[in-house]
């Protein structure tokens, strides 16, 4: 009996998928509960399990848009049989009517190297280097065509490192976006379009801040399990700031100004799929140890490709972190429909004049753009002073001053 696996449904708002990565290949016996594919939305990337034990048959390939509930698998039930393992880009590598090589188990990565079985015997069998050979297949798969044409290189004559340098030779490559880049491309340039984006800057001393973590850090830890960053004392000092200036915590809808009463604050992180903002819920109410746990487990869903749609929806303010890439100064761009977007950027020590003497202090550059249409400039300079402020005398966020 065969079981169907379907694109779910990932949101009310999306209608359809691209097929991502095959997580177990074609002809594979896969588990119930094992994750057998990714897909990709306009808004997360998600894994497809099975529900029950068998054989997979794949029924589409990696790229493929499909609607939701399309059916993207067939799990056959039975037993995995040694000798189906190729996927169908194999078998229609083998049907060109040449002399077929007996089938081995499914394709392994030999180091780096994706090779099917068919191939990796005719390398073995031609004395072809599998290092020095180009795949074509997915993922950069090694497919037999690859090793013959290598296998031909070698017998005319020309040298073995000739196919890396072959390759070196194009110029350029096309791939299609994804979903989820098609969409955070949109929204950047709709941010760009609709709000009237400015930004305004600051620099903060993080003398006490760094103090303070050093002072406290091992009973930290101990105590909770988690290192205590930065990020947690810029959230806690973005709350400050929106309790002093209500009105970067408001936004635009149509012809009316929604007033948020609640404090749940977007983080940036960035992944090789893109951008994620997951919303970390009232960061009022919540300690540092809590919000520094809340971005570790977001981090990690996020490079994992776990992170769900609710996890980033709802945030009425965005913090983002180019320091921890060397940036020294940016011009954040909105995150619709929110009115305002901190920039944090590298600490570098730097002469300050304190008390009429220049001395050498780490100093962050701070960049909030807001929205000018709901917010005004002193509003935004109050803010960003508030968040300063905060920053420089951390004990402040303690005793609520």
């Keep these: 009996m065969a079981h169907e696996i379907k694109i779910p449904s990932v949101g009310e708002s999306i209608t359809s998928a691209t097929v991502g990565t095959w997580l177990k290949a074609d002809g594979e016996y896969v588990e119930s509960g094992e994750e057998v594919l990714m897909i990709e939305t306009d808004k997360v990337s998600t894994g497809i399990p099975t529900e029950t034990s068998g054989i997979l048959k794949h029924q589409a390939n990696e790229g493929d848009d499909l609607d939701i509930g399309a059916v993207v698998a067939i799990i056959e039930e039975g037993e995995a049989s040694e000798g189906h393992s190729e996927s169908p880009e194999d078998e229609a590598a083998e049907s060109d009517g040449s002399s077929k090589v007996a089938a081995e188990p499914a394709p392994e990565p030999a180091g780096d190297i994706r090779v099917t079985p068919v191939a990796r015997k005719i390398a073995e069998e031609e004395g072809v280097d599998l290092s020095s050979v180009i795949g074509t297949g997915a993922a950069g798969k090694i497919t037999k065509s690859d090793v013959l044409e290598a296998a031909s290189c070698g017998a005319s004559g020309e040298k073995e490192n000739e196919a890396p340098a072959a390759a070196s030779e194009k110029r350029t490559t096309r791939k299609k976006l994804s979903p989820l880049r098609r969409k955070i491309a949109t929204h950047l340039v709709n941010a760009q379009q609709e709000a009237a984006i400015l930004s305004t800057f600051n620099e903060c001393d993080m003398t006490n801040v760094m103090v303070l973590r050093k002072r406290v850090q091992e009973d930290f830890v101990s105590k909770h399990g988690v290192k205590l960053g930065f990020m947690s004392f810029f959230i806690k000092a973005v709350v400050d700031g ?13 012809d009316e100004i929604v007033q948020n009463h609640f404090h749940d604050v977007g983080v940036a992180v960035g992944t ?40 980033l929806q709802g945030g009425v303010f965005t913090i983002t972190n180019g320091g921890i890439y060397g940036s020294l100064l940016s011009t954040p761009i909105l995150n619709p429909p929110q009115s305002g977007i901190l920039g944090m950027h590298s600490i570098q020590q730097r002469p ?33 002073v508030r968040v300063k402020e905060c920053i420089e005398n951390p004990d402040r966020m303690l005793i609520g001053v």
């Design 242 to 254: 929106l309790k002093a200036v209500p009105g970067i915590n408001a936004q635009i809808e149509g």
């Design 272 to 311: 090789d799929k893109g951008l994620f903002v997951p919303v970390i819920r009232d960061c009022d109410t919540k300690s540092f140890a809590e919000i520094e746990q809340e971005i570790i487990d977001y981090a990690t869903k996020a490079r994992e490709g776990s992170i769900s749609l609710d996890d």
């Design 352 to 384: 300050v004049a304190i008390d009429g003497e220049v001395v050498i202090r780490p100093m962050m550059y701070l960049a909030l753009s807001y929205d000018h249409r709901i917010v005004d400039g002193k509003e935004a300079v109050t803010f960003l």
